[in-house]
Antibody
Framework: QVQLVQSGSELKKPGASVKVSCKAS????????IIWVRKAPGQGLEWMGR????????TYAQGFTGRFVLSFDASVSTAYLQINGLQTEDTAVYYC??????????????WGQGTLVTVSS | QTVVTQEPALSVSPGGTVTLTCGLR?????????VSWYQQTPGQAPRTLVY???TLSSGVPDRFSGSILENKAALTITGAQADDESDYYC??????????FGGGTKLTVL
């Protein structure tokens, strides 16, 4: 079945970097974009950006430019979210999801299980 | 400022009907915004309920429905059940490959 499996929780110090992975299975990886979503404590979902796994083009939401880098390695069907210069405000659960876009379907599905990134000194 | 607006909180009685809305701070929501709706319970990943404004995702009970109501997207739950108590988010396609989530609605069933 179509599935996204994310890497485990991370505890980082301010200023460090983190790279979260999202491994896809059950479909052709390069046919569907991967999106990333942040869920900070007590906050709502925020759409961070998308990586087109066919062209390699990333698109970032306002507020997620500069320190945030989306990438992928098609040979292992894995997308990555890297956050540089971590700040305590980056503490959140980060989700990846497939943009399921075909025929008349356009949705984010399925979702990864989420990766908790905690930034603390 | 929130570009996509949702009611912060709503409540519904078991068996009752409730409508959650998803609007734009400026302008109207239309089918061209390809609105989808997601349900999230604490500690869980979001679950797709409705996409393309009004198409029910597979496996979602038909007590959920999506529509456009008075320039906003709407998610209606008819015959609410206790396990519908969740956070609900809409997401709107803004063009140029950018989507924006609404702030979410916390639905209480009581």
């Amino acid at each position: 079945q179509v599935q996204l499996v994310q890497s485990g929780s991370e505890l980082k110090k301010p200023g460090a970097s983190v790279k979260v992975s999202c491994k896809a299975s059950g479909y052709t990886f390069t046919r569907y974009s991967i999106i990333w979503v942040r869920k900070a404590p007590g906050q709502g979902l925020e759409w961070m950006g998308r990586i087109n796994t066919y062209t390699g083009t990333p698109t970032y939401a306002q507020g997620f430019t500069g320190r945030f880098v989306l990438s992928f390695d098609a040979s292992v069907s894995t997308a990555y979210l890297q956050i540089n210069g971590l700040q305590t405000e980056d503490t959140a659960v980060y989700y990846c999801a497939r943009r399921d876009y075909h025929d008349s379907v356009d949705r984010f599905d399925p979702w990864g299980q989420g990766t908790l990134v905690t930034v603390s000194s | 400022q929130t570009v996509v607006t949702q009611e912060p909180a709503l409540s519904v009685s078991p068996g009752g009907t409730v409508t959650l809305t998803c609007g734009l701070r400026s302008g109207s929501v239309s089918t061209s915004h390809y609105v989808s709706w997601y349900q999230q319970t604490p500690g869980q990943a979001p679950r797709t309920l409705v996409y393309n404004t009004n198409t029910l995702s597979s496996g979602v009970p038909d007590r959920f429905s999506g529509s456009i109501l008075e320039n906003k997207a709407a998610l209606t739950i008819t015959g609410a059940q206790a396990d519908d108590e969740s956070d609900y988010y809409c997401v709107v396609y803004m063009g140029s490959g950018i989507w924006v989530f609404g702030g979410g609605t916390k639905l209480t069933v009581l």
